[in-house]
């Protein structure tokens, strides 16, 4: 390593120009590690003082510095003096070592920070109008080959100064930045989301346009073919088929606009990304499909002429959207069974239209009248009429699919082949129309089968009973009544399927309004209310029928939705009171109520004037719902209670006197269910605790057998090479 001469550290301007910057770099190099060396060895002469005197120190004199040892103890005071001092005036020493430090290699890391020290030095030295700032390497290596305590305070102070300068710097302009990119997410935030109109596929706007889009497919599946087949109903309106094929052009054109604005379900949620909704079509097979059926194959009209509909086929590629709108109008009509069956006779039809015109176009290239089979010779006046042109494919069309027969024999042999494949469609069509319309038919029937069978059933039943024949009468007109007035329906047989939130909501929108007709449920909670609306059972009474009877036990109140009933007498003739529709009673019995003097026991006789709907809730659905409800089922019972006591049906003394003994009972009941639960938990606990206990008696036992064969000591090693092949067996 070369000397630098203290001596000689101001050289002349002209040598100065003549040396290069790495020369000038390991100048600076060469003094810092002088300044190392010379530290270096002030601090081994302080640790040579320290070692020498600082074996002898007694441990009194230890924490002082007079005495024996006493230029050690300052020695050790130095050189913690000394080292705090750099710790704190060249804190970028001791950063951690960044990701790219750590990356770059050790030697890598020396000449980096080697340049970086050189740099930092250079620049505290070089101020404008200082007395070196021509002379950066010279005045680097006096300070350095001097080393006097100034010029290092000095570039100590300059170093932080500049240091605080640049944080303060790049605090500004960390704040400018935070303050644009705020600006910019306030414009973000101020400036309104453009909202894209998406289409619902289950909404009326997405059927109407499936009706729209329907017409020109369906359009193109009739009229291409047979604009193809038949020259002259081609020719004959040439500009009408111009006009509706470029309309049909134009709708499909917009179709494609429509399905990359038709939404889709994402987790339960309808896509209004426009981005999504471009990709999640152009990724489908339709997409492809769309975009061949309007490749612009009708420009060769131009070469060929105008004569050739069939250049249009690739229309044909839209069906898909044809049976799209089937479909959903299938689930949206309220006949079912009757759009499938024109449904099906459509699909035949088509099949039927399309073979009569393949059917004359194979006639017009063999040449007609050449046979018996082809279609007669268009010279006779009689067959040259495009009417019977086409009547008398489609009647040929038909005889063959339909497997009837009686037309003409084939000649020749491509004849022989179609006749064959005819007949093969033919008999899957037949298939397909006996097994369709046969299913159909009985669908549409399966309610009324169903009742029907009920109704047998019950008929032998009465017969094998020997029944009177005036009750027998009774219970077929009650049938006749439901099946007329559509009442056979079971309610909780059809909403099954559903789940509990629509059975509510459909039990809410039937039956709420007229559970609201009860003066004690008025006040309700909205969810008791609910619980009681899908509790609530219809039922129907024929003529003549009692819903109660005086004294029987009340275990259900009533509200009447249709009919009329009137409180009779004993005798069943005269007539107190005529109840009609959203009217009710037993409503007190149910409830149960201290004091009543009736208890809950029927007080008159109601019966039935003509057919009567009512609605049926039942004592063990009140209590059941009001278990979820106490403060509801309080207020109840004090409505019942202000209710008979306008009617002075309540004993005042015995409604005070203390719970009612059958409450007390119920109680019981279930204290001892209780009782009986907390036995069993008991008893499985105490299975497991003698158990446990057992296991650990046995443990103790082979502690004890050990200790008296090897002794305390060996317990230990014992115990362990137990457990090893123990966990041995566990892996």
Not at 71 to 96: E, G, N, Y
Not at 275 to 288: A, D, G, I
Not at 317 to 327: C, K, P, Q, S, T
Request: charged content about 30%; hydrophobic content about 35%.
């Amino acid at each position: 390593m070369a000397k630098i001469n203290t001596q000689h550290s101001y050289p002349g301007t002209h040598s100065l120009s003549v040396q290069t910057a790495d020369e000038d770099i390991e100048r600076i190099e060469n003094g810092y590690i002088r300044t190392h060396s010379l530290r270096e060895d002030a601090c081994s002469e302080l640790q040579g003082v320290i070692s020498m005197e600082g074996g002898h120190v007694p441990e009194s004199q230890a924490g002082s510095f007079t005495g024996r040892g006493a230029m050690a103890r300052l020695s050790r005071f130095v050189l913690s003096v000394r080292s705090w001092a750099t710790r704190h005036s060249h804190p970028d020493d001791q950063r951690p070592d960044s990701f790219l430090e750590r990356i770059r290699g050790p030697e890598l890391v020396e000449v980096s920070t080697r340049q970086s020290n050189i740099r930092s030095f250079l620049g505290t030295r070089e101020r404008p109008g200082g007395a070196n700032s021509h002379w950066p390497l010279a005045r680097f290596n006096v300070n350095f080959s001097n080393n006097t305590n100034e010029d290092k305070k000095e570039e100590k102070k300059e170093v932080k100064e500049e240091k605080k300068e640049e944080k303060k710097e790049e605090k500004k302009e960390e704040k400018k930045d935070d303050k644009k990119d705020d600006k910019k997410d306030d414009k973000k935030k101020e400036e309104p989301k453009k909202e894209v109109f998406v289409i619902d596929p289950s909404s009326n706007l997405y059927y109407n346009w499936l009706t729209v889009i329907a017409a020109p497919v369906f359009y193109n599946w009739c009229m291409l073919v047979c604009r193809a087949c038949f020259d002259e109903l081609q020719m004959d309106h040439v500009k009408m088929w111009i006009f509706l094929d470029y309309l049909s052009d134009i709708i499909y054109i917009i179709d494609m606009f429509v399905r990359f604005r038709t939404g889709f379900l994402e987790q339960g949620l309808l896509v209004q990304d426009e981005k999504k909704l471009r990709e999640h079509y152009t990724k489908t097979t339709q997409f492809k499909l769309d975009v061949l059926s309007l490749v612009p194959t009708d420009l060769a009209y131009f070469k060929l002429g105008l004569n050739y509909p069939e250049l249009r086929f690739n229309r044909l590629l839209r069906i898909a959207r044809l049976f799209e709108f089937f479909d959903r109008t299938e689930t949206r009509t309220n006949y079912p069974n009757m759009f499938r069956i024109g449904n099906l006779v459509l699909y035949i039809l088509i099949i039927i239209h399309w073979n009569a015109c393949i059917y004359f176009a194979i006639s017009k290239v063999i040449g007609f009248g050449t046979d018996t089979w082809v279609y007669p010779n268009v010279s006779v006046p009689e067959y040259a009429r495009l009417s019977r042109k086409y009547i008398y494919s489609l009647y040929w069309s038909t005889l063959t699919l339909t497997t009837i027969g009686e037309t003409p024999p084939p000649v020749k042999d491509e004849e022989y082949l179609f006749v064959v494949i005819d007949f093969l469609v033919g008999v899957l069509i037949f298939a397909t129309i006996v097994g369709n319309v046969g299913s159909m038919i009985s669908n549409m029937n399966a309610s009324r089968a169903e009742f029907q069978a009920k109704v047998d059933s019950i008929k032998q039943y009465m017969q094998f009973r020997k029944v009177t024949k005036d009750l027998e009468a009774r219970v077929i007109k009650w049938f006749d009544y439901l099946w007329t007035n559509k009442k056979t329906v079971d309610e909780k047989e059809v909403l099954k399927n559903l789940p509990d939130k629509l059975k509510a909501e459909i039990a809410i929108n039937v039956h709420l309004d007229t559970l609201r007709k009860v003066r004690i449920f008025q006040d309700c909670e909205a969810g008791l209310l609910i619980e009681l609306v899908l509790k609530l059972k219809p039922t129907v009474f024929s003529p003549g029928d009692y819903i109660c009877k005086k004294g029987d036990i009340g275990r259900e109140m009533y509200i009447i939705k249709e009919g009329k009933l009137a409180v009779v007498a004993d005798d069943g003739i005269t007539q107190f009171v005529v109840l009609s529709d959203g009217s009710y009673f037993g409503e007190i019995s149910i409830l149960n109520i201290k004091g009543s003097k009736s208890g809950n026991r029927r007080t008159a006789n109601i019966r039935s004037i003509g057919y009567s709907d009512l609605f049926c809730l039942s004592k063990d659905d009140l209590m059941e719902a009001l278990t979820e409800y106490p403060e509801a089922k309080k207020a109840l019972e004090e409505k019942g209670r202000q209710i008979l006591m306008k009617d002075n049906l309540i004993d005042e003394e015995a409604a005070k006197a203390g719970a009612d003994p059958k409450d007390l009972e119920e109680k019981i009941g279930r204290l001892e269910v209780a009782l009986d639960t907390l036995q069993t938990r008991f008893a499985r606990l105490l299975a497991e605790y003698s158990a446990s206990q057992q296991k650990v008696k046995q443990r103790l036992a082979r502690v004890e057998t050990r200790v008296k064969k090897y002794g305390s000591g060996s317990l230990s090693v014992a115990e362990a090479e137990g457990e090893k092949p123990e966990e041995e067996k566990k892996q």
